[in-house]
């Protein structure tokens, strides 16, 4: 189990560095990026919330750089398409976020683990063409890779295996906003504490401090680097 991010085209993006992200079409968020990587996930997240300001939000900035961040620091609530991708190495079979799905909601997943009251309960990602659903029947988790369909690939899982790949999510989302903080202290400077304050309020986690220079400017690695989570189903 992954916390993946929707990509979006780098194309014709020049406000700080970006990579493609392969034929997938997510982005996996973890403590292992690279520098490029992190850039790209943090222009995924503005991307999602680069709506023109109405109501009480202020104007856009004129400056391309500020423009371009201001939803993510101006909106009240935010968005980041993705969600948690799950392979069962087993059978190869691939359950993706839907089209509906967003970072900003995974913590639904705990209702399938948390509470007697638990049984029963559906969560739906999606809609047609594809609709990914998680529903929790006894003891067992079964993701259905696309509920319209009567023969579609499914992934079960015990409750208690579910449980442990969503503390594997929070460690590789940990991970990531320690990334991000360093890499905002050196791509945006003047900027960083707000953009990662942004981050980690999409993500629900608290914000990590943001150093007053890259640790990639000094030795070792970033203070509370968390490695990248696996183990399967992942």
């Known amino acids: 189990m992954q916390p993946v991010l929707e990509s979006r085209s780098p194309d014709g993006f020049g ?5 493609g992200t392969g034929p997938s079409g997510f982005l996996p968020l973890n403590g292992g990026l690279s520098p490029a990587e992190v850039g790209t996930a943090v222009m995924c ?10 109501g009480d ?3 856009r900035p004129a400056d391309a750089l500020d423009s371009f961040l201001h939803g993510l620091l101006t909106f009240d609530t935010l968005f980041a398409a993705g969600g948690l991708r799950v392979v ?8 993706l976020p839907g089209c509906c799905d967003g970072l900003e909601d995974r913590r639904d997943w705990y209702r399938l683990v948390d509470g007697d009251g638990a049984d029963g309960v ?3 990602f999606g809609h047609a063409p594809v609709s990914p659903v998680a529903e929790r029947i006894g003891d067992v988790v079964r993701l259905t890779v696309d509920s319209e369909l009567s023969d579609s690939p499914v992934i079960e899982s015990s409750v208690a295996g579910i449980r442990r790949l969503l503390a594997g999510v929070e460690r590789d989302l940990a991970g990531f906003l320690l990334l991000a903080a360093d890499w905002a202290s050196g791509h945006l400077p003047g900027r960083a504490a707000p953009v990662v304050a942004a981050l980690a309020r999409v993500l629900d986690l608290p914000a990590p401090p943001v ?12 203070s509370g680097y968390v490695p990248q989570c696996r183990g399967g189903p992942e």
């Open 15 to 19: 406000l700080w560095p970006v990579t």
């Open 45 to 54: 997240v503005a991307g999602c919330n680069d709506i023109d300001p109405d």
């Open 57 to 59: 939000r202020p104007p």
């Open 88 to 95: 069962d190495d087993s059978t190869g079979v691939v359950f």
């Open 122 to 124: 559906l969560l739906g």
């Open 211 to 222: 150093p007053t220079r890259p640790w990639r400017a000094r030795r070792g690695r970033p």
